[in-house]
């Protein structure tokens, strides 16, 4: 169970956060509670988030594995606009490497696609950027985020590719066998969800299945995600204490098996 913290920005994930001290403390809390493993970008905020954390931890935890990405940057008018020219990735790299005060990033993400759907076109181009940057070691790994597995096998050709970014939960299934298919080749598969979290599904299903755990909805399908498969890692975010605490409650909650096939028959 990892963070993602992109919900430390301010309201659309732009400018500072109503309370930094706040956001600063669900970042050291994470730390202590022994995630280490923190999901970011510098166009959050934009540059916001990525200072947040650098002044919650930094000097960070040698077992600290800040995950970044690359591809998008923010317009004036608050949107998100593709950012994929080799001077862009290039410049994002930097903004990273000085926002997050590191002198090489652990792993870097390739965002391409649409706001979660992929789109199959050739990612060489942007991901050869990334590669000369890791050949100049300021990115130790590369990883991929809404991406086909097409895609995947395209980028195979060029570098090593640790983890996938896709979006997917309960309800949304379309990588089943891709995860399946990651699972063999020990790639990580890292679900996002759009709109910035998580949000609990509306299912009697999954709702019966959290009263039976006696837990919440939430909780019940963040652990179904880490019972789906050995090589799933989340990064549920939240800019809240108490919420904290209860998603990585989840990490430990075990799902017999008669409920996880109940579970399993909601994306079906």
């Not at 949000?199 to 006696?214: F, I, K, M, N």
Request: proline share 6%; charged share 20%.
């Amino acid at each position: 169970m990892g963070y993602g913290a992109m919900q430390l920005a301010g309201a659309g994930v732009w400018g500072p956060p109503r309370d930094v001290d706040a956001a600063i403390a669900v970042l050291r809390e994470a730390v202590d509670s022994g995630v280490n493993h923190i999901d970011t970008s510098d166009f959050y905020g934009p540059h916001v988030t990525n200072q947040l954390i650098k002044q919650a931890l930094h000097p960070y935890p040698d077992d600290l594995v800040i995950v970044t990405k690359v591809g998008a940057r923010r317009g004036a008018d608050k949107s998100w606009i593709p950012a994929r020219s080799r001077q862009e990735l290039i410049d994002a790299a930097h903004d990273n490497l000085r926002n997050l005060g590191l002198d090489v990033l652990d792993v870097v993400n390739l965002r391409v696609g649409g706001l979660a759907e992929p789109t199959d076109e050739s990612i060489e181009e942007p991901l050869s950027v990334l590669v000369e940057l890791k050949r100049q070691g300021l990115i130790r790994h590369i990883g991929l985020s809404n991406v086909t597995s097409r895609q995947l096998a395209e980028s195979q050709r060029l570098t090593e590719i640790v983890c996938i970014q896709n979006f997917y939960n309960l309800a949304n299934r379309k990588d089943d066998v891709f995860i399946d298919d990651l699972a063999q080749r020990g790639i990580a598969y890292v679900p996002f969800f759009p709109l910035g979290g998580f949000s609990p599904l509306q299912s009697s299903v999954l709702d019966t299945a959290a009263a039976s755990l006696r837990a919440t909805p939430m909780q019940v399908a963040l652990a179904w995600l880490l019972q789906r498969s050995p090589n799933v890692l989340l990064i549920p975010g939240t800019s809240s204490l108490d919420h904290l605490h209860e998603n990585l409650q989840a990490a430990k909650l075990q799902i017999p098996s008669q409920v996880f096939s109940d579970l399993d028959s909601i994306g079906s």
